[in-house]
């Protein structure tokens, strides 16, 4: 068994300061969302972003911690070092976003908005406090390849054991490249781990086959602690 990184071969690689890209607003047209979508459903969908990289993309998921807007993605998806910063997309808006915290064994990067989105605040940070169950009903929202944003279901199909990252949680639902770096749920809306690859089995992409870092992995004092030193005027985030 071989495993293939979710946005490896062309979704992501290289990541470059994206300082010259200008934010916006976007004019879209409204996607019409069925009502048997769950509430959780709903707000995973609207908390999801794509993340550029100025060679590809990747997802991320759009968070809340206190009085700060993150976002979670993938470390493979946003490579570059401390301080880089990356094009943040949402179906309405476009804004900057720095890299502060990356975290390669695990797969998991953390960006921080110094300027806010305004049509979305994301959903605020809810970990599990454990690891899900076998059957756990999950969801996650991307941008898989080419595609504008998708939503997805899944169920937790078990688990394995990384030789160095440790458990990892193994979901059967969709994936492909440009997806890695999305959020997961359960359906209380808790926040269960960081999508980062698909399996691939003699050369053919396994896509039902979904490799998950759990959000147990993830220490928010750790995380925060290169903007809470670099910063000046401090968020409440940092006290």
């Known amino acids: 068994m071989k495993l293939i990184l979710?946005?490896?071969l062309s979704l992501g690689i290289g990541a470059a300061a994206a300082t010259e890209i200008k934010t916006e607003n976007l004019a879209t047209e409204a996607i019409t969302v069925s009502d048997s979508m769950s509430s959780v459903e709903k707000s995973v969908r609207n908390s999801a972003v794509q993340v550029l990289t100025g060679t590809g993309h990747g997802s991320g998921g759009l968070i809340r911690y206190k009085d700060v807007q993150l976002v979670f993605t993938a470390q493979h998806v946003v490579d570059g070092q401390l301080g880089y910063t990356y094009l943040i997309k949402t179906a309405y808006e476009d804004k900057m976003a720095v890299l502060i915290y990356a975290d390669p064994l695990h797969d998991i990067a953390l960006l921080w908005l110094p300027e806010k989105f305004e049509h979305t605040k994301g959903i605020k940070w809810n970990p599990s406090q454990g690891m899900p169950e076998v059957g756990d009903a999950l969801t996650y929202s991307g941008y898989p390849s080419?595609?504008?944003?998708?939503?997805?279901?899944?169920r937790v199909a078990g688990f394995e054991t990384h030789p160095e990252a440790g458990p990892q949680i193994m979901l059967n639902t969709y994936?492909?490249?440009?997806?890695?770096?999305?959020?997961?749920y359960n359906s209380k809306g808790e926040m269960i781990g960081i999508l980062w690859g698909v399996d691939m089995q003699r050369g053919t992409v396994q896509e039902n086959m979904i490799w998950v870092s759990p959000i147990q992995n993830?220490?928010?004092k750790l995380a925060l602690k290169a903007l809470c030193t670099g910063i000046a005027?401090?968020?409440k985030a940092c006290r």
């Not at 080419?146 to 899944?154: D, F, Q």
């Not at 994936?175 to 997961?184: E, H, M, Q, R, V």
């Open 6 to 8: 979710g946005c490896l």
């Open 146 to 154: 080419w595609h504008n944003l998708m939503t997805y279901r899944g």
């Open 175 to 184: 994936g492909w490249f440009g997806c890695s770096g999305a959020l997961i």
């Open 218 to 220: 993830i220490n928010m």
């Open 233 to 235: 005027d401090k968020p």
